[in-house]
């Protein structure tokens, strides 16, 4: 079952009026249950496949077919349910609410559900736990570590249940004890079952997953790990 | 997301940034306690006056000589008034002003010269004392009767009843006091003295009446009197229309309140435009709101928020923010009544329904103001909001 399906994406945009090719015919398949790592330099159109896979964007051609169903054709606010629904955002500098307690960030995605209070915190409480954060949950993001702070926002990423977790260079503001931790979490997490997209620069963290996938100018040139063949790692 | 998470969120928020939360409330606070004090004011000025026309009698005509040089109206002139269909009585009148004195004590009064039938006429009472009598009249006797406010300057608290004032240096006997009755329309009816008709005449060198006051059987009559009395004097003095002038109580209650009325609207009119000005201040605070939260906005589309959700979220903001400024502009208003009814002795008159029309505009200024900013919140791309900082 392909959990991610993506076939001849492109993807162009207008930057101070000089076209930019950000993805020229992107094909990849993600299995459910799997941990893949998208490695590449600044500039080589990962941050927007991270868009299209986050369902932010939309592929100008190409399908992308997320838990069965194209993503293309759909209208803004269906994008929305299914980033609510469907893909759990880890990013770089946590991007958690400032004025909210990390109980509050981790119940935000249940709010736009429209779930009933009682039900939300209960499940944010077992979600922070989860990451070790239980005797935390009242503090404001600016009283936490760097570290627990990411563990926060993974926290908020699973709170949904979604089957794609998908992040965005999770260590990269962290130093590399705390990534260690990091990364054992999202190990952990893909044990579980969830299906993992991990975004980075840094072949190390790309390492921990199951397979690695390249992109460079626009292109994904290589693929590594039990799915397709092996190759060298640079 | 349902609308009171909405509100407490949007109450965080407001709270969360206290100063300026403040100061942009402080628009429709100003804005809707305004509009709350001025229309009171308006109303308990148009209701005090209404009221002292009104306890002149709704059945009671005035003439008034404006030139007495071309009409000369005599007191035997004035009794044809008493003639006509549907008159009950009639007390003419001679005025003037008079320094009244009483050893060191000295009083700057109107003086009212009329007969006994004034005392129904304009339906006064004597708290002491007696009234003017007709053989009063005849006699041209000496005698005053005192306002209540004159008495008290020259009297004190003592008894007046029997004692002496005199005027130009003629001394005339105090029979009675009249009970206190409050003024109208800039004439002071407890600052006046009475005397009868032909001492005022002599005292003040004139024949000519200046004000008769007609007194009509019933209030349905007064019509027909009034038409009547313009009859007689048209007779009397031909082509001399602009020389005098009949009106009667009704007349004058409309035109004074259609004037408070239009005053009373006019102020609430001024006090609305700061009402708006309040909702331009409140749309501005939130367009900054909304850029400076740009990033939150990314975040929490990135999470799952949908257009309207943030559109409520941010209009929500609004509102509690033009709403709260609207209650405590209510209550200020009111308080600012008080103040203003007990130490300045204003008369003030709450409108419940003005006070809630505040209100309600104040909250509509939140939601046409904010919608604005909201629709721009909403409207932002994820993507760019994300990479904001």
């Given at each position: ?8 994406m ?17 094909s ?22 991270m ?25 803004d ?8 629904q ?5 990013f770089q500098?946590?991007?958690?609410l ?6 509050e ?8 559900r429209?779930?009933k ?8 409480y077992?979600c922070?736990?989860?990451?070790g954060?239980q005797?935390?949950?009242h ?10 702070q990411?563990?926060v ?10 089957p ?20 054992h979490i ?5 044990e ?8 980075t ?5 790309a390492?921990?997953?199951k ?10 040139l ?7 063949g092996d190759?060298?790692?640079? | ?16 940034n ?10 429709m ?14 109303r308990?000025?148009?209701?005090q ?6 306890q002149?009698?709704?059945?009671l ?5 404006m ?6 109206l005599?007191?035997?002139d004035?009794?044809?008034f008493r ?6 009585d ?11 004195k009483?050893?060191?004590?000295l009083?700057?009064v109107?003086?009212?010269?009329t007969?006994a ?13 007696r009234?003017?009598s007709d ?34 240096g ?7 006091v009249?009970?206190?009755?409050g ?6 009816g407890?600052d006046?003295?009475?005397m009868?008709?032909s ?12 004000t008769v006051y007609?007194q009509?059987d ?5 019509n ?10 048209a007779?009397?003095f ?7 002038s009949?009106?009667?109580?009704q007349?004058l209650m ?7 009325d239009?005053?009373?609207?006019m102020?609430?009119g ?30 929490r589309?990135?999470?799952?928020a ?6 409520l ?7 509690v923010?033009?709403?709260c ?8 208003g009111?308080g ?14 709450y409108?419940?329904?003005v ?24 409207k932002l ?9």
């Amino acid at each position: 079952m392909l959990m991610i399906d993506i076939q001849e994406m492109t993807k162009t945009y207008r930057l101070g009026g000089e076209t930019v090719h950000a993805l020229r015919g992107i094909s990849l398949q993600v299995k459910r249950g799997d941990f893949v790592a998208i490695v590449g330099p600044s500039g080589s159109g990962k941050s927007t496949l991270m868009n299209m896979i986050g369902c932010l964007d939309r592929p100008d051609s190409g399908s992308y077919r997320l838990d069965g169903k194209e993503v293309r054709t759909m209208k803004d606010d269906e994008l929305a349910v299914i980033r609510n629904q469907k893909i759990g955002f880890v990013f770089q500098n946590f991007n958690l609410l400032s004025k909210l307690t990390a109980l509050e960030n981790v119940e935000l995605p249940l709010i736009y559900r429209g779930m009933k209070v009682k039900e939300r915190r209960t499940i944010a409480y077992e979600c922070l736990e989860k990451v070790g954060l239980q005797e935390r949950v009242h503090h404001l993001p600016n009283q936490l570590s760097g570290g627990q702070q990411q563990r926060v926002a993974i926290a908020r990423a699973l709170v949904g249940h979604p089957p794609i977790l998908l992040a965005d260079e999770p260590t990269g503001a962290l130093d590399s004890k705390t990534s260690k931790e990091i990364m054992h979490i999202m190990k952990q997490l893909n044990e579980q079952g969830h299906t993992i997209v991990l975004i980075t620069h840094d072949w190390e963290v790309a390492r921990e997953a199951k397979r690695i996938v390249r992109i460079q100018d626009g292109e994904l040139l290589e693929e590594r790990g039990e799915f397709v063949g092996d190759s060298s790692i640079h | 997301m349902g609308i009171l998470p909405s509100i407490k969120m949007a109450w965080r928020s407001i709270r969360g940034n206290k100063l300026r939360s403040f100061l942009t409330m402080l628009g429709m606070i100003i804005g809707v306690s305004s509009v709350i004090v001025l229309v009171s004011i308006g109303r308990g000025s148009s209701e005090q006056v209404t009221s002292q026309i009104n306890q002149l009698g709704t059945n009671l005509l005035t003439v008034n000589v404006m030139n007495s040089d071309e009409v000369k109206l005599t007191v035997e002139d004035a009794n044809k008034f008493r003639e006509l269909s549907g008159v009950k009585d009639i007390a003419p009148i001679v005025s003037g002003r008079v320094s009244v004195k009483q050893g060191a004590a000295l009083a700057q009064v109107s003086l009212i010269g009329t007969t006994a039938s004034y005392e129904a006429v304009r339906d006064v009472n004597v708290s002491s004392g007696r009234f003017l009598s007709d053989i009063d009249v005849e006699y041209r006797q000496k005698i005053v009767v005192l306002g209540a406010t004159t008495a008290q300057t020259l009297f004190g608290f003592g008894d007046p009843v029997g004692q002496y004032v005199q005027i130009d240096g003629t001394s005339f006997k105090v029979v009675g006091v009249l009970a206190s009755k409050g003024g109208s329309l800039g004439q002071s009816g407890d600052d006046v003295i009475l005397m009868p008709l032909s001492t005022a005449q002599r005292l003040t060198k004139t024949m000519n009446i200046q004000t008769v006051y007609i007194q009509a059987d019933k209030a349905s009559d007064v019509n027909l009197v009034m038409v009547g009395a313009k009859r007689l004097l048209a007779h009397l003095f031909p082509n001399n229309e602009d020389s005098y002038s009949v009106f009667n109580q009704q007349d004058l209650m409309e035109t004074v309140s259609s004037v408070a009325d239009t005053m009373t609207l006019m102020l609430g009119g001024i006090a609305g435009i700061s009402l708006l000005v309040g909702g331009i201040g409140i749309m501005n605070i939130m367009l900054v709101s909304v850029s400076e939260r740009t990033k939150e906005i990314g975040i929490r589309k990135a999470i799952g928020a949908k257009r309207r959700h943030i559109l409520l979220q941010f209009l929500v903001e609004a509102v509690v923010l033009s709403s709260c400024g609207g209650a405590i502009g209510v209550v200020l208003g009111f308080g600012v009544g008080q103040v203003l009814k007990s130490v300045m002795g204003m008369t003030i008159s709450y409108s419940p329904s003005v006070s809630l029309l505040a209100f309600l505009f104040s909250l509509l200024v939140g939601v046409v103001f904010g919608v604005f900013p909201a629709n721009k919140a909403a409207k932002l791309d994820p993507i760019q909001a994300l990479r904001y900082e």
